[in-house]
């Protein structure tokens, strides 16, 4: 306004008026900062440029609405700002400029967005130049290590003691200056602000406990059994302003005296509304291959904290989510476990080429860990040195120090002749295409013309498919709410209530989740309540079992759509868990 320039603020830019609009100013390039809408491809066309993003991450890491806080969050050492020519996807242009800046443990999110915004102003303005003058490169993004940054809520910023102190102290950070860590203290929030953590073990106590505070700084119990330490050095009582907490215990100490305990609140919210079935004692998790259990110890290794016992043995990924140690790398691990599963022929292939002679059957956990290096240096954005290094390290846990050199010898070779190498096991064609002999046979003479197209579906991951509940929406005005948030999908052909989306997504981002208007299944999944619904229909009251019901899904469906009375069951206690969170999302009861 200083300036005398116009400003038009319309309501959306799909209106054809705000498009004409927009096409009369006869802009060279549009540019494009925190608008929080996808542009319309009529929008993206207009400029003779095109549309230029300045987006805070290092794409393709923290696409979506929140990168910079859940770059925190995540435990991120290095976050940055990427200027990328914009398409019709969420974030997912070719990218012009990138910037890296450092994560310390004292960054918070506000500190972050003014050094970003500082850096992305001065990236956008040599951006400009380069594209004036023809010199932009643009460089597609890769298609592995996207992750989504999915909306701040004030919900998700009551903290959890029962969380490790790292997790909880990055949180702190990132919700720092919104929508800002709090907990309960007694009838008040304490809200906080700083926070790190403190080296070393304490004895076992309730997680949440006021433990005895320095001078400037308070220590609170949290992790399992209240064993870590969480010391807080900045916090704000209700009605008072932020203080160094060495200000706080001057002015409130009473209220902030060794024993008192934070958080009963939500400890009290899991137990009236989150019940969880009795677990028998001798319960052990249903076993998977050596090979894929080895994957999931070796991830354990990206955490700082000792990983939990439990992950020293053969674990169900049924149950990762309940993993503590996965918090902030979970899709980074279950990228680890499945795509080594995924590729599994291929890698296979290649470890018999490196290898001068196979392992033997004792040491086949090694083996693992080189397929896994192997996955991660083909297809993954992992650096190749952390790819070697942390699998060659990963031995030393095992006990096996002479597999070290091995596995280092492997993928260093791997990483100077990948081309050679590659070609070499690719001349079979079982390996190339990633499955058996007799499975390739099957295949073309079941669909001579389709096989092929088959093969490549088969190795690729499956779509995010939704299922929409019909209690709240139909599928056509929840497609409509997709779009408004951004996120672009369409209805499938075959189920009447499902969606697929062109890019997954956190299911935070997804508008209603947490209120049961929608969830997560597959399209083939969701045709069990279609194909049943003539018989069940006509039938209020019909008792129906489902047996092997884990992880709930068609069960939820099920109840959703029909007046039965439903007796859902299954062997595996940690899988029913998952069943009992699903059906109490959506407020539906079974047997």
């Known amino acids: 306004m200083e300036h005398d320039l116009p400003v038009y603020q319309p309501q959306t830019l799909k209106a054809p008026e705000a498009q004409a609009e ?121 298609e592995e290590g996207v992750t989504y940054a999915a909306k701040l809520s004030k919900a998700e910023a009551e903290l959890d003691f029962n969380q490790p102190a790292h997790l909880l102290a990055s949180k702190i950070r990132a919700f720092n200056p919104w929508p800002v860590a709090w907990c309960a203290l007694g009838d008040d929030r304490l809200r906080l602000l700083m926070a790190n953590v403190e080296e070393g073990e304490q004895p076992a106590c309730e997680p949440g406990t006021l433990l005895d505070h320095g001078d400037d700084h308070l220590r609170i119990a949290c992790g399992h059994n209240g064993r870590e330490v969480l010391c807080v050095t900045s916090a704000q009582l209700p009605g008072g302003k932020a203080m160094a907490v060495r200000d706080l215990l001057n002015a409130r100490h009473a209220r902030l005296a060794t024993g008192t305990r934070l958080g009963a609140r939500f400890d009290a919210l899991l137990i009236t509304k989150r019940p969880r079935p009795a677990k028998e004692k001798h319960h052990e998790p249903k076993a998977l291959p050596l090979k894929v259990a080895a994957v999931v110890r070796k991830s354990a290794l990206l955490r700082p904290a000792p990983w939990p016992r439990c992950l020293a043995t053969r674990v169900s990924l049924a149950g990762l989510d309940e993993h503590s140690v996965v918090a902030r790398d979970r899709g980074l691990l279950k990228e680890l476990c499945f795509g080594t599963c995924r590729r599994l022929p291929r890698l296979e292939a290649l470890a018999g080429v490196l290898l001068k002679q196979p392992f033997k059957k004792r040491d086949s956990d090694i083996q693992a860990l080189l397929l896994l290096g192997i996955y991660q240096l083909l297809y993954m954005r992992i650096p190749a040195h952390a790819a070697v290094g942390e699998t060659a390290g ?186 009992e969170d699903t059906l109490s999302r959506l407020v539906l009861r079974r047997r």
């Open 394 to 579: 990963a031995a030393r846990l095992l006990n096996k120090e002479w597999a070290t050199r091995v596995l280092n010898g492997c993928l260093r070779r791997l990483q100077r002749e990948s081309e050679a190498l590659q070609a070499q096991v690719d001349r079979d064609e079982s390996v190339a295409l990633e499955h058996p002999p007799w499975l390739l046979n099957a295949l073309r003479q079941a669909w001579p013309e389709q096989w092929r197209a088959i093969i490549e579906a088969n190795n690729h991951p499956g779509p995010m498919t939704l299922r929409v509940n019909q209690r709240y929406n139909d599928r056509e005005a929840y497609l409509g709410m997709l779009t408004e948030q951004g996120l672009n999908g369409h209805l499938c052909p075959h189920a009447p209530d499902a969606i697929t989306l062109e890019t997954p997504c956190d299911v935070t981002a997804l508008p209603g989740f947490d209120e049961g208007h929608v969830s997560v299944q597959d399209e083939a999944a969701q045709l069990s309540a279609a194909l049943l619904g003539p018989a069940l229909a006509p039938r209020p009251g019909a008792r129906v079992l489902d047996a092997c019901c884990a992880p709930g899904g068609k069960t939820a469906h099920l109840l959703e759509q029909f007046d039965i009375a439903l007796t859902a069951i299954d062997s595996d206690n940690q899988r029913l868990a998952r069943v």
């Open 22 to 142: 927009l096409a009369a100013l006869e802009a060279d390039i549009m540019v494009v900062v925190a608008y929080g809408l996808l542009l319309p491809q009529a929008v993206l066309d207009i400029p003779r440029l095109g549309c230029v993003n300045v987006h805070a991450s290092l794409l393709p890491r923290w696409r979506g609405a929140a990168p910079i806080q859940r770059a925190i969050e995540a435990g991120d050492k290095v976050s940055g700002v990427t200027i990328m020519q914009m398409d019709a996807g969420l974030d997912t242009g070719a990218m012009l400029t990138e910037v890296r800046t450092p994560i310390t443990e004292r960054t918070t999110g506000g500190d972050l967005h003014d050094r970003l915004a500082i850096q992305g102003a001065n990236a956008l303005i040599n951006t400009l130049d380069d594209l004036a003058t023809g010199t932009a490169r643009a460089t597609p993004q890769p």
